[in-house]
């Protein structure tokens, strides 16, 4: 079992919809979460993290957290064609130091 | 804003070729990491460093070497660079922000080796 898992792709949803990323963890004792979101041949970008269980939300992007179900989603409203990309879910264990656990990405395609 | 530089976005070099890739970080991050990342494999971490001089292997250690002389430094030496070594490789660098270790990356090289 891989210790971080994201459906590949790709996602395709129309322009204004909701886009719902999800990713399971394997280690219980993670404790921090994050979501990158990647645009192809470009580096990774931090867009949301997320440390306690629940919703949290930055504008169109909401993280959430279920760390009894080992499970972390990124919903993004109001999807724009700007929003396609590889988006990749990391997790912190503090035992770890500083290491991400990354998954292997899911690709969002949003059309207009 | 945290700011992570490389020093190449692009490098072509021959097989056997001793390479450096040179990050610097301008945050006083205390974490620096060296990842490579290819289609269908996604980021695997080469090494990571907690502090200067020091150094762990991550995932794929084998064929690279890193030095960490300043904090704010962090490179990447391919010994010997063969033509498996051809990949995107990203430099990132965190610190501890009271509730996380957040990690921020560097734009990248994509190195090809011929």
């Known amino acids: 079992q891989k210790e971080v898992e994201q459906n590949s792709g790709p996602l395709s949803v129309p322009e204004g919809a909701i886009a719902s990323l999800n990713c399971t963890y394997s280690d219980r004792v993670s404790q921090s979460f994050f979501w990158y979101r990647q645009y192809s041949g470009k580096s990774p970008e931090l867009i949301m993290s997320?440390?306690?269980?629940g919703d949290k939300e930055d504008g169109r992007f909401t993280a959430q957290l279920n760390k009894a179900s080992q499970y972390v989603s990124l919903l993004i409203r109001d999807s724009q064609p700007s929003d396609s990309a590889t988006y990749l879910c990391?997790?912190?264990?503090?035992?770890?130091?500083?290491?991400?656990?990354f998954g292997q990405g899911t690709e969002l395609s949003v059309k207009p | 804003d945290v700011k992570v530089t490389q020093s190449s976005r692009y490098l072509v070099k021959r097989t056997g070729e001793k390479v450096f890739l040179e990050c610097v970080q301008d945050?006083?991050?205390?974490?620096m990491f060296w990842y490579r990342q290819d289609p269908g494999l996604g980021l695997r971490l080469i090494y990571f460093?907690?502090?200067?001089?020091?150094?762990e292997k991550g995932d794929i250690p084998e064929g690279y070497s890193v030095s960490r002389e300043k904090k704010e430094r962090f490179s990447l030496i391919l010994e010997s660079a063969s033509t498996n070594q051809t990949s995107m490789y990203l430099c990132?660098?965190?610190?501890?922000?009271?509730?996380?270790?957040?990690?921020?990356f560097g734009p990248g090289t994509r190195l090809t080796v011929t």
């Open positions: 990391a997790v912190n264990n503090y035992n770890q130091g500083g290491k991400l656990i």
């Open positions: 460093s907690y502090d200067v001089k020091m150094k």
């Open positions: 945050m006083d991050h205390e974490n």
């Open positions: 990132a660098s965190s610190l501890w922000t009271g509730g996380s270790y957040e990690q921020y």
């Open positions: 997320i440390y306690s269980n």
